[in-house]
């Protein structure tokens, strides 16, 4: 067995992720650096929690796409078509998307390297014969089966030949030539200079014997070191072509003379009728010329498998601990919103059953019980039976028809925010209830701003606001409607608590608003901590208004609430990372 160190690589750079989503979708982990054709990105897909790569192009190469719009349109169309096939030695494409400026094929994550990594670690930097025979006898299947789909690949190279930890071969990046020849990327060919045949850097005619040539070239590279075609520029590449090999193969290594070098030669040849004229019949004669394939898979995997001990699970545990704890652990953030409207929704029911139902502390126990499992199971019903408790607990309150109002005002109030809000955000039964639970009529305002967009946010921290005023005087009369009509009526006709529900509704519509202007967790925290101030300043004008023009101290003990909450919502924000369209992150795990 070969020492697979015996060359060191370069390392692959890795970045600090992004904080925002890519296509609102992906988080970036990593760079793996930019190659022919744009940069290639090791993302995480928030929707469907797995490792993806993504090949980012650019579109607007020297002014081309401003001109052909519809030549890009059809540009694009092939590449979506030609990236999508099917077969276990080519990387499985997800998705094709592009924007303005960009073009993106997302991709799964193969967990390995490129070719051109694998040389760098082995031994002389070259494989065996038995090695070159097992990747060709992959890359040859690969491409028949897109032959006979009516793909050509046009940029074979290393860099574009993958194998995973298995040692399963995989050929990457079908379509991006056609994409990158119509923008006029890559010199406006579509390939590599050094691996494109003649007819392609001509911008002539081209078939399945113009891969055939790009794989020869491949084998010869891998099988010497040296890649007899390379050049500075597309020019000079076919000059050399035209030209001939100056060295054979066998000068490098002698073990090819014979048939694999005859095949290697053929393959090569300038004119496409000189060259073998399939994938197939390229991959059988120089196969049977190179050695055992199947000795070669072995010994591949065995070369993987020591770089793994290396490094491959460290790289990918890094990876992985770079994103927010969210990503990791798509449950939690699940766990912890059931926990919270269960808790608020317990403390409310608990309250209010002992009036709505008038049975017991057995009855109160079991209505608990049930209000609690209903808000871990579904939490937007937690809320509502909760709210409905508080409407049956005045109902049965009022002492005439007058007094009926309230509970049929508060139950009309709160069904169509459920219907309207409530019943679409898990955070948003928590945003409502949390103010009355916490003695603390603001305290709905951070979390409405994390859960919902600015003016439901605001619509439901007002709301909450009332309840918690609402909830309040039912506690202090027992749920009697009306002592708690004339106490609300008595809050609700002076300025300060009309100025403070100002102030609410501003905090949770500027902390949302700032939290989604650039979806990063700087942004989250800016806003919650906006949030905040515009909350207790409010309170200290409303404290004011009260007083007469005298300025004096809110009550500090709401203040601290206010300033807890958003030191958790702060934390809460970091641990969620960036939000992306939708908020795919907790819908896919709504059952979690």
């Not at 770089?307 to 790289?315: I, K, S």
Request: with cysteine.
């Amino acid at each position: 067995m070969r020492d697979p160190s015996t060359t060191q690589a370069q390392p692959i750079r890795q970045t600090r992720p992004n904080e925002q989503l890519l296509l609102g979708r992906y988080r970036v982990m990593s760079s793996c650096g930019t190659g022919g054709f744009g940069t290639v990105l090791t993302c995480w897909d928030t929707r469907l929690q797995r490792r993806v790569a993504i090949k980012r192009m650019p579109l607007a190469i020297r002014g081309v796409y401003s001109g052909g719009a519809a030549t890009m349109s059809e540009a694009l169309a092939e590449a979506r078509t030609s990236s999508m096939l099917a077969h276990p030695n080519i990387v499985t494409m997800f998705d094709f998307e592009n924007d303005h400026d960009y073009a993106y094929l997302v991709m799964e994550y193969v967990d390995g390297m490129t070719l051109t990594e694998l040389l760098s670690r082995v031994e002389g930097g070259t494989l065996t014969a038995d090695e070159c025979a097992y990747m060709v006898r992959s890359l040859c299947d690969a491409l028949a089966f897109a032959h006979e789909n009516g793909v050509l690949h046009l940029d074979i190279k290393p860099s574009n030949i993958m194998f995973d930890r298995s040692g399963a071969v995989k050929l990457c990046d079908f379509g991006m030539a056609t994409l990158a020849s119509a923008t006029g990327y890559g010199d406006a060919r579509g390939g590599t200079i050094g691996y494109m045949p003649p007819e392609q850097i001509e911008g002539g005619l081209v078939d399945e014997r113009s891969d055939v040539f790009a794989l020869a070239v491949v084998a010869w590279y891998a099988l010497t070191g040296d890649n007899p075609f390379a050049a500075g520029t597309a020019e000079e590449s076919l000059a050399k072509i035209e030209r001939g090999a100056r060295r054979k193969p066998s000068k490098a290594n002698p073990s090819l003379a014979g048939m694999a070098e005859e095949v290697l030669l053929q393959s090569v040849s300038a004119s496409p009728s000189g060259r073998l004229p399939s994938v197939d019949a390229f991959s059988n004669e120089l196969v049977f010329g190179l050695g055992d394939a199947d000795e070669g898979a072995s010994s591949i995997r065995g070369l993987l498998e020591q770089t793994t001990d290396d490094e491959g699970d460290g790289m990918a545990e890094r990876d992985l601990r770079a994103l927010p704890v969210a990503y990791r652990y798509p449950w939690l953030s699940g766990c912890v919103a059931r926990m919270g409207a269960a808790a608020g929704s317990v403390l409310v029911a608990y309250q209010a059953l002992p009036f709505a139902l008038g049975d017991g502390p057995q009855t109160t126990l079991m209505g608990c019980a049930l209000v609690a499992a209903c808000a871990a199971a579904w939490t937007p019903l937690g809320s509502i039976l909760a709210m409905a408790a508080c409407v049956c607990a005045l109902a049965n309150g009022a002492q005439d028809a007058t007094e009926v109002l309230l509970p049929t005002a508060l139950g009309a109030a709160t069904l169509a925010w459920w219907i309207a809000i409530g019943r679409s955000e898990r955070l948003a039964a928590t945003a409502l209830l949390a103010p009355a639970v916490l003695v603390c009529p603001g305290a709905g305002a951070g979390l409405a701003a994390m859960a919902l967009t600015p003016l439901r946010a605001a619509f439901t921290s007002v709301l909450a606001y009332l309840f918690a005023l609402l909830f309040r005087a039912c506690l202090a009369s027992g749920f009697a409607a009306g002592p708690v009509a004339q106490d609300l009526l008595g809050q609700l006709v002076t300025t300060g608590t009309w100025v403070a529900i100002a102030g609410v509704a501003a905090a949770a519509g500027a902390a949302g608003a700032i939290d989604r202007w650039r979806g990063t967790v700087a942004s989250g925290i800016a806003g919650q901590i906006l949030g905040l101030v515009v909350l207790v300043a409010a309170q200290v004008v409303a404290v004011r208004v009260e007083n007469g023009g005298i300025w004096a101290a809110p009550k500090w003990s709401a203040v601290a609430i206010e300033v807890l909450l958003t030191v958790l919502l702060c934390l809460a924000t970091h641990l969620r990372g960036p939000r992306g369209e939708g908020e795919e992150v907790e819908d896919i795990h709504e059952l979690a």
